[in-house]
């Protein structure tokens, strides 16, 4: 199993936060910044930023599966 680590980086302008996102899984990592509105609470502001991480997640891995697809076609 994958080990996540979100780590608040910075407080922007107009309410808005900087996060940064940590995939540890067997020998690959990876490491990505995501940016929200503040959510008025740092729990809230955390739960928004693993929503956003797992809808990224589920987005990359439809579009790896498309990608595989087309590569087992050719």
């Known amino acids: 199993m994958?080990?996540?680590?979100?780590t608040k980086v910075?407080?922007?302008v107009n309410h808005r936060f900087l996060y940064s996102v940590?995939?540890?899984a067997d020998a690959n990592?990876?490491?990505?910044?995501?940016g929200i509105q503040d959510q008025g609470s740092p729990t809230a502001s955390e739960t928004?930023?693993?929503t956003s991480t797992l809808a990224f997640?589920?987005?990359l891995a439809a579009a790896a599966r498309l990608q595989l697809g087309a590569v087992t076609r050719r």
């Open 2 to 6: 994958a080990d996540l680590a979100v």
């Open 10 to 12: 910075a407080e922007l």
């Open 22 to 24: 940590r995939v540890s």
């Open 29 to 34: 990592r990876m490491e990505f910044p995501i």
């Open 48 to 50: 928004a930023v693993l």
């Open 57 to 59: 997640a589920e987005e």
